[in-house]
């Protein structure tokens, strides 16, 4: 079967060698497109299925920690104008208290869960509910049962990782644990998406 993209790669084929990952890396972190996207991106414009899917990868992990780093400042910042307000105790307390990784963010996401339930359904039966709504309360659930190591690895069927990833440092996760597990999701994600899309070319003949 002939390629329909011979334009994609004939443009890929005028980017010098050392920018062409560079661009595979700037699409993963374009959210909904990121590592999975951007591999099959690169792949199907000639680029080196390894090449592509490592740059993919890379991209997609710099901008999820970057979205950690950020959301985990800004909760800190409402949390510490919180307990300001209230004269509550330090910190959230949840990942020092003694619990393990995932029972801590289990009842960190409960925790958020039962603060916010009344905000975020404040006029559900009024509104329709959206694709990032239903995302993340598969989220909710997924984090509740299966922690943030399951949670992580199936949560892109649900939401993209840089949405996932500001919905469990916004649930009180460790950022050190999010961004692990979501370089693991993404890692796996990725390489897995990048071996369909070379196995399906080479099938295809393109």
């Not at 993963?28 to 299925?49: H, R, S, V």
């Not at 910190?91 to 801590?104: F, H, I, K």
């Not at 460790?174 to 080479?202: C, D, F, M």
Request: with cysteine.
């Amino acid at each position: 079967m002939d390629n329909p993209y011979p334009w994609l790669q004939d443009f890929i084929n005028q980017v010098p060698d050392i920018l062409q990952p560079l661009m595979v890396a700037v699409v993963a972190m374009i959210p909904y497109i990121e590592g999975e996207g951007a591999a099959a991106f690169g792949i199907i414009a000639g680029i080196n299925p390894i090449v592509a899917a490592v740059a993919a990868a890379a991209g997609n992990i710099l901008c999820v920690i970057g979205v950690v780093l950020l959301g985990s400042r800004i909760r800190g910042g409402v949390v510490a104008r919180r307990q300001a307000r209230t004269g509550a105790p330090g910190g959230a307390g949840v990942t020092s208290s003694g619990l393990g990784e995932t029972d801590a963010a289990t009842a960190a996401t409960a925790t958020v869960v039962a603060e916010n339930d009344g905000a975020e359904n404040e006029g559900a039966d009024d509104a329709k509910p959206t694709h990032a709504s239903k995302g993340r309360d598969k989220l909710r659930r997924w984090l509740v049962r299966f922690g943030v190591p399951g949670a992580s690895i199936i949560a892109p069927l649900a939401l993209p990782t840089m949405l996932t990833a500001a919905f469990f440092v916004a649930s009180g996760v460790r950022k050190e644990w999010v961004i692990l597990w979501q370089v693991v999701a993404i890692v796996l994600w990725t390489g897995a998406v990048a071996a369909a899309a070379t196995g399906l070319l080479a099938l295809l003949g393109w």
